[in-house]
């Protein structure tokens, strides 16, 4: 069975129909117990071959998905498409870079690392597939928005890569970057429990300016699909475990509030809480394009079909109702400022 349910990327990408679900791959690798690559491959599969024919499916890596910040991520891609070549025309592949290549992957701009990103990130597939979109990670403030651009549209016009992207931005930087131009693609944080003033404002630009919204975390790093149920149900080792909407037991307790709201939808509607979700997030944009994360092939497909899951307008008010009158705790990452973090930048 395909998806019916298809969109367009933007930019210099505007051309490009993607299936509107895209497939996220980080936590194949950055987790304590790495999956197996068959196991990622059946489901990075099952998700592309649910593709109506002429639509590729979005796959999102990263130049550092891994417990040591290195490329055990872009391994498996390159893994991925060496086993089964005749998969890369299929793929739009996005890819993450511009961080500094010591420890923790802080933002660096400077031309220099970002001429380094992209070619580590080419390196590492070793030509089994091309790189169709770069994104810095974070806007590095260290450079004006504008000079990074410009420098990324140099490295376009030498073949690196085909389309920028941009990552955890401001609705500001992005009009500012799709000035020097065109950004095909923006990718932030949406979900029922993670809409932002900001968030908003992005999604205003983003739709002004024809650029699609590649929408990560859709299901709450997993606690909107119903399955965390309470702290000890989130692996020893995983990252989740020091972000502050779960490590403190009145806030998760809190927090699940939400998801039980969210439940009673899903069950009217006969369908998952992760697909109502997903819908959800679908909904907010003809250019809005979900971003869960799987290594299952099944519940990629699940994700990937929540694309033709349509809500009535009275569904969404009544999401958009607990999203207004409930106040989730805790933010989207360690407690830190903002600004230490690189959010909206």
């Known amino acids: 069975m395909t998806v019916q349910t298809t969109t367009t990327l933007g930019g210099t990408a505007s051309h490009i129909q993607v299936g509107k679900v895209a497939h996220g791959l980080m936590m194949m690798t950055w987790t304590p117990n790495p999956v197996p690559d068959e196991i990622c491959f059946e489901a990075i599969k099952a998700g592309v071959d649910a593709m109506p024919a002429g639509v590729k499916m979005l796959l999102n890596s990263g130049e550092f998905y891994a417990q040591d910040f290195g490329t055990a991520n872009l391994e498996l891609v390159a893994r991925f498409f060496e086993k089964y070549p005749e998969y890369a025309d299929r793929v739009f592949l996005s890819v993450k870079g511009g961080g500094k290549r010591t420890g923790m992957p802080m933002p660096d701009s400077s031309p220099e690392n970002l001429r380094a990103s992209v070619e580590n990130i080419n390196r590492v597939l070793r030509g089994t597939k091309k790189l169709d979109l770069f994104e810095c990670a974070r806007v590095d403030h260290n450079y004006p928005v504008e000079e990074t651009t410009a420098v990324l549209a140099g490295l376009v016009k030498e073949g690196l890569f085909d389309h920028i992207g941009m990552s955890e931005c401001s609705a500001e930087s992005l009009r500012k970057g799709n000035s020097v131009h065109p950004i095909a693609a923006v990718e932030i944080e949406v979900s029922p429990w993670s809409i932002e003033p900001e968030t908003k404002k992005v999604l205003e630009a983003a739709e002004e300016l024809g650029i699609a919204v ?54 009217k509607k006969g369908v998952t809480p992760a697909r109502l979700s997903i819908a959800f997030v679908a909904s907010l944009g003809e250019r809005v394009i979900p971003l869960p994360g799987s290594s299952n092939a099944k519940r990629t497909l699940e994700n990937t079909y929540s694309a033709d899951t349509k809500l009535t307008k009275d569904e969404l008010d009544a999401i958009w109702g607990i999203i207004n009158s409930y106040e989730v705790k805790g933010d989207r990452y360690y407690g830190a400022d903002p600004k230490v973090m690189h959010l909206w930048g």
């Open 214 to 267: 590649v929408a990560y975390s859709p299901l709450g790093r997993g606690f909107l699909t119903g399955e965390i149920k309470k702290f000890e149900d989130i692996p020893e080792g995983d990252m989740r475990r020091r972000f502050t909407r779960f490590n403190n037991p009145e806030i998760f307790k809190h927090n699940l509030t939400l998801v039980d709201k969210l439940k009673e939808i899903a069950a």
